[in-house]
């Protein structure tokens, strides 16, 4: 089974502290996710990566960045939290999007729930 | 550009009754569809998916959706309910070739005894 391991699942942090959200998945898969899930708004995206040291921008990625210098890995870093940023994070993988090479289901994380104070 | 609208943020229905869930989908080019469902404080897992062929298509613990290209649609449906139903379903849009995955906003089921 795939598994995508976020490392931090409850995390409170003060304003302007910079956090950094890890995850790690298990099945090779090129592309990984960060979305951002709040009550009535359902999972916005934040970034995504396709590849090792490639990420293009998704819907909401003001104040975030993002790392993957390993294919398994795709860190999240907020660089100065603030308390707009207090939300559940989700990470999610997928193989590539082609037909007859996966439908790009995604396999997602169990959460990482942030509070900012 | 592909989106999704989820009719009623929240669905309340008796243990052993019928279970609609309603998803209406945009999309200009064939679209591949998806039902997820959130436990608390959980991931997301998937319930089914619809990519070709066969329009009903069959998921986990019961579950089952049509895609109706006709109607925009792709409504969950389970013919009884259980308590352990109770959750958070989200029903997503992409495509072939498209890593661009769009969630609805999500339907939150509670199941009466």
């Known amino acids: 089974d795939v598994k995508v391991t976020q490392s931090s699942r409850y995390l409170v942090k003060r304003t302007g502290e910079k956090v950094f959200l890890e995850c790690v998945q298990d099945?090779?898969?090129?592309?990984m996710f960060w979305y951002r899930q709040d009550p009535g708004l359902g999972l916005r995206l934040i970034y995504f990566?396709?590849?090792?040291?490639?990420?293009e921008k998704g819907d909401i990625p003001e104040g975030y960045s993002v790392s993957r210098e390993k294919k398994e890995r795709f860190s999240l870093i907020l660089e100065s939290a603030s308390t707009n940023q207090t939300s559940m994070y989700l990470c999610?993988?997928?193989?590539?999007?082609?037909?007859?090479?996966?439908?790009?289901?995604?396999?997602f994380g169990e959460g990482s729930r942030l509070t900012v104070l | 550009a592909q989106s999704v609208t989820q009719l009623g943020s929240h669905v309340s229905v008796s243990e052993g009754a019928l279970v609609l869930l309603r998803c209406n989908y945009s999309?200009?080019?064939?679209?591949?569809l998806f039902w997820y469902v959130q436990y608390p404080n959980q991931g997301l897992q998937l319930l089914l998916k619809y990519t070709t062929g066969a329009t009903l298509v069959k998921g986990i613990n019961g579950f089952e959706a049509e895609f109706k290209k006709s109607e925009t649609s792709f409504h969950l449906t389970k013919p009884s309910a259980h308590m352990s139903d109770a959750a958070e379903y989200f029903c997503?849009?992409?495509?072939?070739?498209?890593?661009?995955?769009?969630f609805g906003a999500g339907t939150r089921l509670t199941v009466k005894p």
């Open positions: 997503a849009v992409s495509a072939a070739n498209n890593n661009d995955m769009r």
């Open positions: 099945m090779d898969h090129e592309n």
């Open positions: 999610a993988s997928s193989t590539y999007g082609l037909a007859g090479a996966g439908t790009g289901e995604l396999f």
């Open positions: 990566s396709y590849d090792v040291k490639m990420k």
């Open positions: 999309s200009s080019v064939p679209p591949y």
